[in-house]
């Protein structure tokens, strides 16, 4: 299984609260090795707002889409914001997990 780690922090408040980009990295990273899944890419969006999908590292994911198998994020609003944007990418995955929300589409 490949994996593709997005992360995303919009305010320095969030990287003091324990969303740093290293701390989610760090999380989504062990998760694969417990799973014995590689890593494809990270994509981090750092100080972009997860209410608007215009952000480099999403849409870089969202090309590169046919070469990894599962979304990891640590929790859902990292990936969207909005629930408008969130359904649309919902229905373009096939896989994607959120590691500290009981959420799961397979």
């Not at 992360?7 to 062990?30: M, Y």
């Not at 599962?70 to 649309?88: C, G, Q, S, Y």
């Not at 229905?91 to 799961?104: K, M």
């Amino acid at each position: 299984m490949k994996a593709a780690l997005y992360v995303r922090v919009s305010t320095e408040e969030q990287a003091k609260e324990g969303f740093s980009i290293p701390a989610q990295l760090g999380r989504l990273e062990a998760y694969c090795k417990s799973k014995g899944w590689r890593i494809y890419d990270e994509y981090i969006d750092d100080g972009y707002t997860g209410r608007e999908k215009e952000r480099p590292a999403y849409a870089e994911m969202m090309q590169d889409i046919e070469y990894w198998d599962v979304l990891l994020t640590l929790k859902i609003d990292r990936v969207h914001r909005n629930l408008r944007n969130f359904l649309e990418m919902f229905d373009t995955l096939q896989v994607i997990i959120s590691i500290s929300q009981p959420f799961t589409r397979t």
